[in-house]
């Protein structure tokens, strides 16, 4: 297949718009949409074609309740690394937890059966690489259907390991919140617009 400029034309639209979503509508994600949203993250390409993401997807309040707790003690714990910027980091929007109609507890299975093994040998660390990849993909189709995204990164993850009672061979990897973005019109980075870190290039290196 040949794409077009067009199509390059959208996918640097989706790029440019692929935001870390944290604040919500309240308004829920249709069932066929999530439907949608599930089949594209399985068109994510795996090492080996071991496919090692595991999604939960978390409906139960209590649960919930259980990770927005343990985001709120790791949370205190990062912004005591912050001293002299301790007053700002508390005033930033880390996660939408508490707006998220749709939330997804991703987890990496360390020595899956699909694939035998096959390009992991030297490098098992592709099985964590490959949810990864399947994570920006579901982030991409996400904008594609107007729908945010933000991954929770300040969580422990053993307490989140013990907490959704995970197999013993299960990594956890992240904690995605879903839905319509509160700022529908601004693709500007929330820590650039806020002035804690602007966007910048890194440099390619030629050897």
Avoid: K
Avoid at 99 to 107: D, G, I, K, S
Avoid at 144 to 164: C, K, Q, Y
Avoid at 171 to 177: E, G, I, K, Q, T
């Amino acid at each position: 297949m040949q794409f077009t400029p067009s199509d390059r034309e959208v996918l640097h639209r989706l790029l440019a718009w692929r935001r870390d979503v944290r604040e919500f509508q309240p308004r829920p994600v249709a069932e066929d949409l999530i439907a949608r949203l599930h089949a594209a993250m399985e068109l994510s390409p795996s090492v080996g074609n071991s496919r090692p993401w595991r999604v939960i997807r978390v409906e139960d309040g209590g649960l919930r309740a259980q990770v927005r707790a343990q985001f709120a003690v790791t949370n205190a714990e990062a912004a005591a690394v912050y001293d002299e910027r301790r007053a700002e980091y508390e005033r930033l929007v880390l996660a939408g937890l508490d707006t998220a109609p749709l939330q997804l507890a991703v987890f990496t299975a360390l020595d899956p059966d699909a694939g035998d093994g096959l390009g992991r040998q030297s490098m098992p660390e592709t099985l964590e690489q490959s949810t990864a990849m399947a994570v920006y993909t579901l982030w991409l189709a996400a904008r594609a259907e107007n729908v945010g995204l933000g991954m929770v990164s300040i969580l422990d993850p053993d307490a989140m390991t013990r907490l959704f009672a995970a197999p013993a061979d299960w990594r956890f990897s992240a904690y995605l919140c879903l839905g319509y973005p509160l700022r529908a019109d601004d693709d500007t980075p929330l820590l650039h617009r806020v002035d804690w870190q602007e966007n910048t290039a890194s440099a390619w290196q030629t050897r």
